[in-house]
């Protein structure tokens, strides 16, 4: 247990399955809610950020001209900048402790609903601290074969729906009493897994579409340290993850290991709890590419989610950017020299670009392109729902959101003041 886990992870599932038990039983809602809580939580963060971005401005203008003053003089110019160093730096690397929690705040509830939705409700229950507050899980415990070679074996699993969908899934394992056998199996097994013909690569892709088109998740906890078990192993322990609001056909589940079908008695299941994972027609375990683009009724909901992402995180930066220059005086900008013309020393050699001058440039073109490479992310593009489903897009979306009424909000003074500047200017007056 590391300390992510145990201060992030676990309380930030907990309030989720909290909001969602108590108050919504939609999960969307509840996502947004637990964002709108953290943003609330990292509010006076929020503050000392701003604050910290104001002092940056006043050391760039400062290091300007300490630069300008002690141009001839380099000595004097490091003593000076170590001044301004150690009177602003401490505040700035302050500041980036909001920034350094919303990214791990991002992070954890990605695990959280990349857990819920590849272990189903057994991930929850897991860290709840209530055990009233527990759901009902949909599980299997299968009796393994008393008797067992020390080759590798593999377990199928048949699984349906209520809404019709069927899941078929093989895994590979093995079962040894030599300790020394068990990275050689292991080895085995990856190869097994990994180093396939082309044929087999398009029937595992195959089998891949299928699976994500059924939506049900299969989690054996007992191969979640690796698929070769110990001798004393005797059962293993299976959970599933049926699709939004649908619930597992027991009656219709059909397991066999080694080819043979096993009977009724040699395994046992409890019924679980169905979960609401739609959000305005999305599925939030799953992304547009999942479904592809030709169906737009059913992939419109993905990409109105996944576009908002990109939407909100570019109008944050704007907005946050934009405070630079509101409510300035129309003299400040029009005593600012032209930088064309100060490209050239007096020896009429080009002059080095300003680091401060390069940053700015940088920041504002990844203002542009962080939007574009989210949106991608969040229609599945770069590494699908297992690594970007529509639930985390779906926080970053309100994190943004909040974040653009909490800097309106904090700043109205200087959106006030830009706006009045504007219509008080000569082209709105006639």
């Not at 760039?60 to 160093?85: P, S």
């Not at 027991?250 to 043979?260: A, H, M, P, Q, T």
């Not at 683009?293 to 109105?304: D, E, G, Q, T």
Request: aromatic share 10%.
């Amino acid at each position: 247990m590391d300390i992510f886990h145990n201060f992030f992870y676990v309380p930030i599932f907990n309030l989720l399955m909290l909001i969602y038990q108590l108050l919504v039983e939609n999960l969307g809602i509840a996502i947004l809610l637990v964002a709108l809580i953290a943003k609330l939580i990292t509010f006076p963060l929020t503050r000392k950020q701003m604050k910290s971005a104001e002092k940056s401005k006043e050391f760039q203008k400062k290091t300007k001209e300490v630069k300008d003053k002690y141009k001839n003089d380099q000595e004097a110019l490091a003593k000076e900048m170590a001044k301004l160093q150690a009177e602003f730096l401490p505040g700035q690397l302050g500041g980036c402790l909001n920034l350094i929690i919303v990214i791990i705040l991002l992070v954890q509830v990605r695990n959280v609903i990349i857990n819920l939705v590849n272990q189903g409700v057994h991930a929850y229950n897991e860290v709840a601290y209530v055990e009233a507050l527990k759901l009902p899980e949909d599980s299997v415990t299968i009796k393994l074969p008393e008797e067992f070679t020390e080759d590798l074996q593999t377990i199928d699993f048949k699984v349906a729906a209520s809404d019709g969908a069927v899941l078929e899934q093989s895994f590979t394992f093995a079962r040894t009493n030599d300790t020394d056998r068990t990275k050689d199996l292991q080895d085995s097994i990856n190869d097994k897994t990994n180093n396939l013909n082309e044929e087999q690569i398009a029937e595992k892709d195959k089998k891949l579409a299928e699976q994500r088109l059924a939506n049900i998740a299969i989690f054996v906890k007992n191969f979640q340290n690796g698929q070769v078990l110990s001798s004393d192993v005797k059962e293993l322990n299976v959970f599933l993850r049926p699709p939004s609001m649908q619930t597992i056909e027991y009656e219709k589940l059909v397991i066999s290991i080694n080819g043979i079908e096993l009977e009724n008695d040699e395994y046992s299941y409890t019924q679980g709890t169905a979960l609401n994972l739609e959000f305005i027609g999305a599925d939030l375990s799953r992304v547009a590419t999942d479904y592809g683009f030709s169906n737009l009724a059913v992939v419109m909901p993905y990409i109105v989610i996944s576009v908002a992402v990109g939407v909100t995180q570019y109008i944050s930066s704007r907005i946050q950017m934009g405070f630079s220059t509101f409510a300035k005086p129309e003299e400040e900008k029009s005593d600012k020299p032209d930088k064309k013309k100060i490209k050239k020393k007096e020896d009429g050699k080009v002059e080095e670009p300003d680091f401060a001058e390069l940053m700015q440039s940088s920041t504002k073109q990844m203002m542009f392109i962080f939007p574009v490479i989210t949106i991608l992310m969040s229609l599945g593009f770069l590494g699908g729902a297992s690594i970007f489903p529509t639930g985390v897009s779906l926080f970053w979306t309100g994190q943004s959101a909040f974040a653009i009424i909490e800097q309106l909000i904090t700043n109205r003074d200087k959106v006030f003041a830009h706006f009045s500047s504007k219509s008080k200017s000569p082209e709105h007056e006639g």
